[in-house]
């Protein structure tokens, strides 16, 4: 069972036992041991200093909220550790308070991820080039063709990864996250372990491609 | 209606923010853990949220220790003591000339090359490089800035590092920079970091 921090044992207790002035003393505390955290979050959403700190206090506020409420119910069930359940509240917070403010965007910006994923499609084609499909619709109907089958094999490919190995690659392609991270996100033993497997799979995934006829970039 | 105590992943429904903490931690059960990898393996927005905050999770900045005067002392003792006792046998390495003496880790001490000692750099010339780490699989470059916040970083397998001219880096303000190089055993080796400002161009 995970332990609770002294502050947050100590502002839960204050907010049903003690006066307002204990109450405000023992939030203080409290903030003063997670806002280095908090800022790290804010910062990270928004790197204007102005909507960061907007988004830092917003934090705060709904922390504090309804007496603690989103607090109470984690020191009710804790799963987690409560900086790591921070991290993520927090986070969830800033971008509610952004898209309220500017709108819901599309995702992940739209041409790094296309990018993204197109260095995986080219490691495991070997060679292959696949292209996003609007760059060669004036290329000819076949072309699109070819290059809709193309994506297609490839995401067949990948069908028969188990879970876990989808994941793994995902998180490398389509999220950037970095071996380092990975290994700790996933159990992995170091990220030399990381690297190596991604290589298997890519080399599994190149196979798969290689049985089902995908043997060159040109359509 | 009060939330089981069990923690209820499916494959249809996204992660709560209660369970993706917890598998950054790697504390939910094995088959909810299961359960939960099946549905970050399709659902690009939870793992899209679960990959940002284990990245946020392992980049939170240390708070500063504030150091007293008494272990000040003891410290700066225990330099002293290295420096005259156990001086460093003198060894021809092809260095370059200014190069800042990298905190060592339990394997391996990293060194920076450029920006060093507080460098004012054009930021159309800015650009890191370090000295290679032989037993290195990879570099990840960090910058941040004074409050430790992150402002750009870069996995790599060379020794230089140029961040493209999206990436802001604002004028006369000083910034931090460090790498780290991962071995294939595991462990990973970093250099102090180093101060750099963006001057005119």
């Known amino acids: ?219 | 209606m009060r939330q089981s105590k069990l923690a209820i992943v499916t494959t249809s429904e996204h992660l709560s923010a209660t369970d993706i903490a917890a598998f950054i931690d790697g504390s939910l059960p094995f088959a909810d853990r299961a359960r939960a990898e099946l549905h970050l393996s399709s659902c690009d927005r939870c793992r899209q949220e679960l990959a940002a905050c284990a990245r946020l999770t392992n980049s939170v900045p240390s708070a500063p220790r504030r150091l007293t005067t008494w272990p000040l002392i003891g410290f700066a003792a225990a330099v002293l003591l290295i420096a005259v006792v156990l001086r460093p046998s003198a060894t021809h390495t092809d260095r370059a000339p200014s190069i800042e003496r990298a905190s060592t880790t339990a394997s391996a001490r990293m060194f920076a090359v450029f920006p060093l000692g507080d460098a004012v750099v054009p930021r159309s010339k800015l650009r890191f490089t370090w000295h290679r780490d032989d037993r290195s699989s990879g570099y990840r470059v960090i910058v941040t800035d004074a409050s430790g916040g992150p402002t750009w970083s870069e996995d790599t397998p060379d020794t230089v590092a140029t961040p493209p001219l999206t990436v802001r880096f604002d004028a006369g303000v000083r910034y931090f920079w460090r790498v780290e190089a991962l071995h294939l055993d595991g462990s990973v080796a970093q250099s102090a970091e180093a101060p750099f400002r963006i001057g005119a161009e």
């Open chain 1, 1 to 219: 069972m995970t332990v609770l921090p002294r502050s947050l044992e100590r502002l839960l207790s204050a907010h049903v036992t003690a006066g307002v002035g204990d109450i405000d003393a023992e939030w203080r505390a409290f903030v003063a041991e997670h806002t280095r955290l908090l800022l790290h979050v804010a910062r990270s959403v928004s790197t204007n200093h102005d909507e960061a700190m907007d988004a830092y206090t917003f934090v705060l506020e709904q922390l504090r909220a309804d007496d603690f409420r989103r607090l109470q119910d984690f020191a009710a069930d804790p799963r987690s550790k409560l900086s790591t359940w921070l991290v993520v509240v927090a986070r969830r917070l800033c971008l509610d308070l952004y898209r309220r403010r500017y709108g819901r965007n599309r995702g992940p910006n739209s041409h790094s991820h296309r990018s993204i994923r197109r260095r995986l499609q080219d490691l495991v084609a070997d060679g292959l080039d696949f292209h996003d499909l609007p760059s060669v619709q004036g290329a000819g109907a076949e072309l699109a063709l070819r290059q809709a089958e193309l994506h297609r094999a490839l995401d067949d490919a990948l069908a028969t990864l188990t879970p876990h190995d989808r994941l793994v690659l995902r998180l490398r392609f389509d999220d950037d996250l970095s071996a380092q991270d990975i290994a700790r996100l996933l159990d992995f033993p170091s990220p030399f372990h990381v690297y190596r497997h991604v290589n298997a799979l890519l080399g599994r995934l190149r196979r798969t491609l290689e049985q089902r006829g995908v043997e060159s970039a040109v359509p």
